[in-house]
T-cell receptor, first 112, second 116 residues
Framework: SAVISQKPSRDICQRGTSLTIQCQVDSQVTMMFWYRQQPGQSLTLIATANQGSEATYESGFVIDKFPISRPNLTFSTLTVSNMSPEDSSIYLC?????????FGPGTRLTVT | AQTVTQSQPEMSVQEAETVTLSCTYDTSESDYYLFWYKQPPSRQMILVIRQEAYKQQNATENRFSVNFQKAAKSFSLKISDSQLGDAAMYFCAWTTSNFGNEKLTFGTGTRLTIIP
C-alpha cells in the first residue's frame, strides 16, 4: 500500500483568499487524484494529476479555480482560489497503486 | 457515463450480528474493478475490499465479503459479527480496468450504526 500525508489537516479561511493543500506520498506513483467531499456528501473527483503534464479536470471544475501542480512522482498541490463559503469541504488526495486507490487523511476547509 | 447507486442512506445492526449493504452500478465496460471503502468519523478513507469483474469468485477479507452479481450489476457488502469499530460511512466505488484512467466513481454512501 501507499502512505499519504496532507497538509494542512484543517484550515479556516476568509472568502476571497486562496489556500494551497499539499499531498506527499511515500512511493513514486504515476497518477494522483484530488477529490472534494462536501458536507454530508460523497466524494467527487476534481482532477487527475500526472507528473510532467497538465492536470485533467472533471466537468464542473476549472484550472483557474483549482490549479494543480505535480512537480515529481511523490508530490502534488491543489490550490483553492478566490474562496467562497461554497468551497467549504474536505479535500482528499489519492494515488492509484496496483489498481487500488489509497487516500490521504484529507484537509477540512472552512470558508467564512 | 458510469454511475454507482447506494439506495440505503442509513443502516443499523446489533453488535455481533450480520448486515448487508447494497450497491448497484451501471457501466458499458466488461472489465472493471469494484471497491468498498469505509470512512469513520476521522474522515480517513479505508479500503475494505476489492472485486475484479473478470473473477466469478466473490472477494472476502476476514469478516467482510461481497456478493458480486455481474449480470445484475450488483455489488453488496456483507459484514459478519459486526463490531463497534465498524460504525462508519461505507462507500461503494467503481473504476475501469483501463490503465491510465483509474479514477473512482463513488456512490452516495451508507451510514452504518452499530447498536451495542
Amino acid at each position: 500500500s501507499a502512505v499519504i500525508s496532507q497538509k494542512p489537516s484543517r484550515d479556516i479561511c476568509q472568502r476571497g483568499t486562496s489556500l494551497t493543500i499539499q499531498c506527499q506520498v511515500d512511493s513514486q506513483v504515476t497518477m494522483m487524484f484530488w477529490y472534494r467531499q462536501q458536507p454530508g456528501q460523497s466524494l467527487t473527483l476534481i482532477a487527475t494529476a500526472n507528473q510532467g503534464s497538465e492536470a485533467t479536470y472533471e466537468s464542473g471544475f476549472v484550472i483557474d479555480k483549482f490549479p494543480i501542480s505535480r512537480p515529481n512522482l511523490t508530490f502534488s498541490t491543489l490550490t483553492v482560489s478566490n474562496m467562497s463559503p461554497e468551497d467549504s469541504s474536505i479535500y482528499l488526495c489519492s494515488v492509484s497503486y496496483r489498481v487500488e486507490q489509497y487516500f490521504g487523511p484529507g484537509t477540512r476547509l472552512t470558508v467564512t | 457515463a458510469q454511475t454507482v447507486t447506494q439506495s440505503q442512506p442509513e443502516m443499523s445492526v446489533q453488535e455481533a450480528e450480520t448486515v448487508t449493504l447494497s450497491c448497484t452500478y451501471d457501466t458499458s465496460e466488461s472489465d472493471y474493478y469494484l471497491f468498498w471503502y469505509k470512512q469513520p468519523p476521522s474522515r480517513q478513507m479505508i479500503l475494505v475490499i476489492r472485486q475484479e469483474a473478470y473473477k466469478q469468485q466473490n472477494a472476502t477479507e476476514n469478516r467482510f465479503s461481497v456478493n458480486f452479481q455481474k449480470a445484475a450489476k450488483s455489488f453488496s457488502l456483507k459484514i459478519s459479527d459486526s463490531q463497534l469499530g465498524d460504525a462508519a460511512m461505507y462507500f461503494c466505488a467503481w473504476t475501469t480496468s483501463n490503465f491510465g484512467n483509474e479514477k473512482l466513481t463513488f456512490g452516495t454512501g451508507t451510514r452504518l450504526t452499530i447498536i451495542p
